[in-house]
């Protein structure tokens, strides 16, 4: 498909009268609502957990979190987000999915041979070993899909089911003194699998794919995007199992539900984007919607100056959290500054600028969490070099929107 046709299906789409101001402002506070539950209990997980298990198998529970995420994003490895594209692009959607799919279990499979050699030859944590045997299982969620196919409100409702309902029953199991990490591992790939039934049937699409031995092609096509995305799955959250053994079990839950925090900003983020994705095609609107969010992200720098102490109690249960509760004030305004910049860069095909600066970015966070373990020395110093690396990394993509508009319009000239 060229860019003049899909600029065609914006146009259609944004002179839709189901597309109007009213309805899009009543979507996005459903699919706000329904995300931010079940991202704010998500926050409760650790703080709630300390007061039940011991800080090791807290260690676990946040390590099982950390190697789902990064299953996620290696089977996931870029065709997420060019098949949300592609799939909002075209009418033959199913045809892409199939192709998504199949690569995706295939891969899978494979991870699960690893699994069982990582439990056989006892190579680590056992967690690692079971998820990643339970990888088939990961990969037959398609969710992405729902947001391609216009279906946002089905997305977070998914995602809800995916998110809430393992902590919840993990967490009264911790109240009632029977919880146990393995609990926790075996009720996410449940409620995983549950939640790719629920995709199925609202896509109205199949939920099992034949593997393809043609997936290394898939995967080749969108190498380099596939590889930036892992780096920023580990560098948002999958760094943890990298710093575990380096900083105390306290220190180790500071920051990890610091991080928790800040992916519910990143999520808040998405959402903002997937709702309005359509209309990102307008100037204004991706103006509008910058300054929406970064206006939101000094709103909540100031909140979290003014109630340090408050925040700290509520996420950490103690006052000594002062320095995080900033921390992830500053974080969310890193995050938010030019918060549709990656997703604008993307829908202008410019993905080559995205995927060098998020790799740039990531290959520095990643050296220095490998090689850093004398200069590193508290979670907050873990937090506060993030932080840096998300504003460049926004600065970047707001750089390559720039560069990419002044050619274009050289082009037509």
């Known amino acids: 498909m060229q860019d003049g046709d899909a600029k065609h299906i914006f146009r259609v789409t944004l002179s839709a009268p189901n597309m109007s101001l009213k309805n899009q402002i009543r979507k996005l506070l459903i699919v706000g609502g329904i995300t931010s539950i079940g991202h704010v209990l998500s926050l409760f997980l650790y703080p709630v957990s300390i007061r039940y298990l011991s800080p090791e198998e807290v260690v676990a529970v946040g390590l099982i979190d950390s190697t789902a995420l990064l299953i996620i994003s290696i089977l996931g490895f870029g065709l997420n987000a060019t098949g949300t594209r592609d799939i909002a692009l075209t009418d033959k959607w199913k ?9 995706r279990i295939s891969l899978a499979l494979l991870c699960s041979a690893v699994g069982l050699v990582w439990l056989v030859l006892d190579i680590g944590r056992t967690e690692i070993g079971y998820l990643l045997i339970a990888a088939p299982v990961i990969s037959l969620n398609y969710d992405f899909a729902l947001y391609g196919l216009g279906k946002p409100e089905a997305a977070a ?24 990490p393995n609990h926790y591992l075996l009720l996410v790939v449940i409620f995983l699998f549950i939640s790719s039934w629920l995709v199925s049937k609202q896509a109205d699409a199949s939920l099992f794919y034949a593997p393809s031995i043609t997936f290394i092609k898939v995967y080749y096509s969108v190498l380099l995007l596939g590889i930036s995305g892992v780096f920023l799955i580990y560098q948002r959250f999958g760094f943890i199992n990298t710093v575990e053994s380096r900083i105390s079990s306290d220190d180790f839950i500071y920051l990890v539900t ?24 307008d100037e204004k609107m991706t103006r509008i919607l910058n300054a929406f969010s970064f206006f939101m992200a000094i709103g909540f720098l100031a909140v979290c100056w003014l109630f340090t102490e408050q925040f700290s109690q509520l996420f950490f249960n103690d006052s000594y959290g002062g320095d995080y509760v900033m921390l992830i004030g500053f974080g969310t305004c890193a995050l938010l500054l030019f918060a549709v910049s990656d997703a604008k860069l993307l829908l202008n095909r410019q993905d ?15 050296g220095a969490v490998f090689f850093g373990g004398d200069v590193f020395k508290k979670g907050s110093d873990y937090l506060s070099f993030l932080i840096g690396i998300e504003l460049l990394m926004s600065l970047s993509y707001r750089a390559g929107l720039y560069v990419s508009g002044r050619s274009f319009s050289k082009a037509k000239q």
């Open 95 to 103: 045809d892409v999915l199939e192709n998504i799919q199949s690569a």
């Open 352 to 366: 080559k600028w995205m995927i060098m600066s998020t790799l740039i970015c990531g290959l520095i966070f990643s």
């Open 157 to 180: 409702i998914v995602s809800f089911v995916r998110q809430t309902f393992p902590l919840v029953l993990f967490l009264l199991l911790a109240v009632a003194g029977m919880a146990h």
């Open 258 to 281: 610091s991080l928790k925090l800040l992916l519910f900003i990143v999520a808040c983020k998405r959402l903002l984007i997937q709702v309005y994705y359509p209309q990102l095609v």
